[in-house]
């Protein structure tokens, strides 16, 4: 009898490299230490899901390069999105270019699919956004990010996962997002410590994202089977949509918070006998 395939997947985010540790360490050298850690659970695929630094800075950004870029001269794909703090200094388009220098795949509403096996993964994502109103911040821009005429960036993160989304024909299939499907705890437990006021200012992440991929879950035989968000750094670390859906909040900070491993190892498996 043929064994199932298992897809190893090693998932992280929120390295802030820039910012201190609040034991003095730097945050490029923890960095360094996950990714490290990371390569020795042999995965498949490496996962990081924004907020690479934390003021901005190119410097930064080329230290974090520098330090993921371990996992592809280990052999090991990488996908990534960007963060809220990749975009405070507005370069993202030379960081665009760095990660496509590094052979490093940025989600930005597309599918890429991952072979093993005779089987594939499919892994599709955005870095989204969250639901804070217009008039409290102009939501049509955010540093070096502009939404469409007559739309917003929320509305185009949306758009840009459903291609994704629409993309995906894996035998296993995952979601990688920035800011998580929703916009507060009660709506998903990995919201849970967050503060009370970026929940009640809106500033966590959007139900749209999750519907998006509530609705593709309904109506696609190419079923997501795990979300993994980061961006909550106080908040928990597992939670799941109505749906059911599994989500993992991969932010680095949230996880040393609670003293936990920085980073989350899932093993997707995948019966020989699938067929799609």
């Not at 934390?54 to 999105?81: N, W, Y």
């Not at 709506?187 to 970026?198: I, K, M, N, R, S």
Request: charged share 25%; hydrophobic share 35%; aromatic share 6%.
């Amino acid at each position: 009898m043929e064994q199932p395939t298992r897809f190893r997947i090693a998932a992280t985010s929120d390295a802030h490299i820039g910012q201190d540790l609040p034991d003095g360490r730097s945050r490029l050298d923890f960095f360094n230490e996950i990714i490290q850690e990371m390569i020795q659970q042999s995965p498949d695929l490496i996962v990081f899901g924004g907020d690479a630094i934390h003021t901005g800075t190119l410097k930064e950004f080329r230290q974090f390069i520098q330090v993921i870029s371990q996992a592809r001269k280990a052999d090991i794909p990488v996908v990534m999105t960007f963060g809220n703090h990749d975009h405070w200094k507005s370069k993202t388009a030379t960081m665009r270019r760095l990660i496509s220098d590094a052979n490093i795949t940025l989600l930005d509403g597309q599918a890429v699919h991952f072979p093993k096996n005779g089987k594939e993964v499919g892994v599709t994502g955005v870095e989204g956004y969250c639901e804070v109103p217009d008039i409290a911040i102009e939501e049509t821009r955010y540093h070096d990010m502009r939404a469409r005429r007559g739309s917003t960036i929320l509305k185009d993160e949306v758009g840009k996962l459903e291609r994704g989304l629409s993309q995906l024909h894996g035998d296993a299939n995952v979601v990688v997002l920035h800011y998580p499907p929703a916009n507060a705890e009660e709506e998903l437990a990995t919201a849970v410590g967050e503060p009370d006021h970026l929940q009640t200012n809106h500033m966590l992440g959007a139900s749209e994202l999750g519907f998006a991929i509530a609705h593709h879950n309904r109506h696609s035989q190419y079923k997501v089977e795990v979300l993994f968000h980061g961006h909550l750094d106080f908040g928990s670390p597992n939670g799941q949509t109505d749906e059911g859906l599994p989500v993992i909040n991969t932010s680095a900070k949230a996880r040393q918070r609670r003293e936990i491993q920085p980073y989350e190892v899932v093993d997707l498996i995948i019966p020989q006998s699938s067929d799609m």
